[in-house]
């Protein structure tokens, strides 16, 4: 074997720093972010490298302690208000010799799930730590029950599902408009349009800036015991002049086109963007249905989504250019609800600098509410 000549050393030592894993040098804490729900706060560290944590939880006073090992840099701040429903102060110590403490100043006792997430379209690796209270989450999944028990005979209930939220900001355009905020704005104007109709109840899945997963979202709308699902978007493209509206239904052999799959599949990305974690009581709740009797509902509802769709790119050719004149179809995980019409709406193109404008204007977001309230009114004559 030939020795290594001393003129190839940096060279060799060069290949070395290549193959070794980064975070053998450690990883830097870049920033530490929040986002309130109703049931959880959501505590989220961005960092340079993945990293190695403990934690631990203590009732009085109730707070959440995550050891952190490796850690090199720091963020400019360490010390976060936060006074939402759940959490006072979120701290991050340094303890020296490249270890930190993690402390989430509680209210309340709350249960922390608390996993990491790789780097994905351009964010980076991630600790997230879920703070729940379980009891508010009951609370809510009953008050929807009760909802849906209880409804006058006649009254129809329409669930309307702002996309993406808290980590996920869905596409945003070239005047940094997220599409998760006008979504979020549309949905609410149309609930208070749906809500002054006697024979309508309508509620949202989402009611702020924090993310729900995509299933979930599908189940909140069957606790309502929902009549409608419309699922809100904007769309986004490399291409800055692609502008207009399209509507899109479930498929549930291939999708329509090509174009449509790429859709569902951006879609759908929302799930690992916006940090899923699907807790296990939560899938244990899903009812087994009986496999006959989901496809028999699926496919009447199927029909009664393309009508609906149908109804809606007939009254959104009044508020914007249609993309395309027919609905596409495609495997939407959002409207997979077997036994609920449902239907996912790109209002406009947040990429091109017109259409963003236009998702921003009031005028728009009333007058798109305006029609589609309209087309769900037609739907249930
Ligand atoms: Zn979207």
Redesign the pocket.
């Known amino acids: 074997m030939k020795l290594l000549k001393l003129s190839q050393l940096p060279f060799f030592i060069l290949i070395l720093f290549f193959f070794m894993p980064y975070n053998v040098f450690g990883a830097g804490i870049t920033d530490i972010r929040f986002w309130s729900a109703p049931d959880h706060t959501r505590v989220v560290l961005d960092l340079t490298e993945s990293i190695q944590y403990e934690s631990s939880s203590q009732e009085t006073p109730p707070q959440c302690i995550i050891d952190l090992t490796g850690i090199t840099s720091f963020p400019k701040k360490k010390d976060l208000e936060v006074r939402d429903k759940y959490l006072q102060r979120i701290s991050l110590i340094d303890l020296g010799k490249n270890k930190a403490r993690l402390v989430l100043h509680q209210k309340v006792p709350l249960q922390a799930n608390i996993f990491t997430l790789k780097p994905d379209l351009g964010k980076t690796h991630r600790l997230v730590i879920d703070l729940i209270d379980l009891g508010e989450e009951r609370r809510e999944q009953e008050e929807r029950q009760r909802q849906k028990e209880t409804r006058a005979r006649g009254t129809k209930i329409v669930v309307i599902d702002p996309?993406?939220g808290g980590e996920d900001p869905?596409?945003v355009g070239p005047g940094k408009t997220m599409?998760k905020d006008v979504?979020l704005r549309v949905g609410q104007k149309m609930i208070s349009l749906l809500n002054q109709q006697q024979e309508v109840k309508a509620f949202l899945t989402r009611k702020g800036d924090y993310f729900i997963p995509l299933e979930q979202r599908v189940r909140i709308a069957r606790e309502y015991g929902a009549d409608l699902f419309i699922s809100l978007?904007?769309?986004g493209s490399f291409n800055p002049q692609a502008r207009g509206a399209s509507v899109y239904c479930l498929s549930l052999s291939g999708a329509s086109d090509q174009a449509a799959k790429l859709l569902a599949d951006?879609?759908n990305m929302?799930n690992i963007l916006g940090g899923a974690f699907l807790r296990p009581a939560a899938l244990s709740r899903d009812p087994n249905l009986n496999q006959i009797l989901l496809d028999l509902m699926q496919n009447n509802s199927m029909k009664e989504s393309f009508r609906f769709a149908e109804l809606v790119l007939e009254t959104l050719r009044e508020v914007h250019s249609l993309k395309f004149s027919s609905y596409r179809q495609a495997n939407f995980i959002v409207l997979r609800a077997p036994d609920i019409p449902s239907v996912l709406i790109?209002m406009a193109y947040i990429t091109n600098r017109e259409d963003e404008r236009l998702l921003k204007q009031t005028e728009f977001q009333e007058k798109m509410a305006r029609n589609l309230t309209q087309a769900i009114l037609q739907f249930f004559k």
């Open positions: 996309g993406h869905g596409a599409e979504v978007h904007a769309d951006k879609e929302s790109e």
